[in-house]
């Protein structure tokens, strides 16, 4: 009885941990900057543009040649919102 309390217990803090993770990353968080690097022959990256709003693949391309890129947000983390390296 007292280890069937103690599944369900911890089975439930998991599942509470799960939701608070995936409300935590569902945030729209203020001032967000979106920043568009390629990489250079030699490997390094190198930051092209910042935007308010994200663009897509074909934005970068139209806008500034046919070169591997990649758009990440900078709030909370760094995280990358598409790539092409």
């Known amino acids: 009885m007292n ?3 103690s599944i369900i217990s911890h089975l439930f803090s998991s599942l509470l941990y799960v939701c608070f993770v995936a409300a935590v990353g569902s945030i729209d968080y ?3 900057k979106y920043v568009l690097f ?4 030699d490997g390094r990256m190198k930051k ?3 935007f308010n709003e994200p663009i897509d693949k074909d934005q970068a ?4 040649g046919k070169a591997p890129y990649t758009l990440q947000s900078m709030k909370p983390r760094i ?7």
């Open 3 to 5: 280890s069937k309390i």
């Open 79 to 85: 995280k990358i919102i598409w790539s092409d390296l």
């Open 38 to 41: 390629t990489k250079l022959p």
């Open 30 to 32: 203020p001032d967000q």
């Open 61 to 64: 391309v139209s806008m500034y």
């Open 48 to 50: 092209v543009a910042t």
